[in-house]
């Protein structure tokens, strides 16, 4: 295969899906090749294969459990070991956990990119325990691509992101095919 083979990686349904579901369908298939790595959760793993992906199937939770989550991860490290993709696209905080440690233990380049930090939802101790996960992945080499300007920019302000590290495309991968539907003013004109 002459193509680059990118493998996404992620637990979480709902807005991730459609960014991904979009990266797959809006790129060149004879130039690139989809992996996706996910749960039996939301649609992804279901409309990812008709978009021409591989999907691969490995239990993962949202909520973080020291024993599943370890579990998922050397599941992953396992495939991707045998499968050696050119690079791995992490989504969501679990999803950059895994993408950038895999990466790194693997030597394959990571990017991760959160969809909205998770720690921003959180409060007390698990806002302080999400935001240090979030420092503790700065510290391998891999690079952040935000979904928009102001979570690159509280990337670098409030995680630690290098700028050398941050990717810049604020595309949140939008359809290219997509038409928003009139608003009720334009229908009246």
């Keep these: 295969r002459n193509s680059i083979n990118i493998c996404h990686i992620t637990q979480s349904p709902g807005g991730v899906e459609t960014f991904i579901l979009n990266v797959i369908r809006n790129t060149d298939s004879s130039l690139f090749f989809h992996t996706v790595i996910c749960y ?21 939770i949202r909520e973080i459990s020291l024993i599943r989550d370890f579990k998922s991860l050397v599941n992953i490290i396992l495939y991707l070991k045998k499968n050696r993709p050119d690079v791995i696209h ?21 990017i991760y990119t959160p969809h909205a930090f998770s720690y921003l939802s959180q409060i007390g101790f698990k806002k ?17 691509l935000p979904s ?30 997509y038409h928003p539907p009139a608003s009720p003013k334009q229908k009246m004109v």
């Design 90 to 110: 992490g989504h969501s905080a679990k999803g950059g956990v895994f993408s950038v440690l895999s990466g790194w233990l693997l030597k394959i380049p990571s």
């Design 148 to 177: 928009s300007e102001s979570e690159r920019d509280r990337a670098i302000m409030e995680v630690g992101w290098k700028n050398k590290n941050v990717l810049k495309i604020y595309y949140n991968s939008i359809s290219i095919n």
């Design 40 to 60: 039996k959760n939301g649609n992804l793993y279901k409309r990812a294969e008709e978009f021409g992906a591989k999907v691969i199937l490995i239990p993962m």
């Design 128 to 144: 302080k325990t999400a935001l240090y996960i979030e420092k503790f992945l700065t510290m391998f080499n891999a690079y952040f």
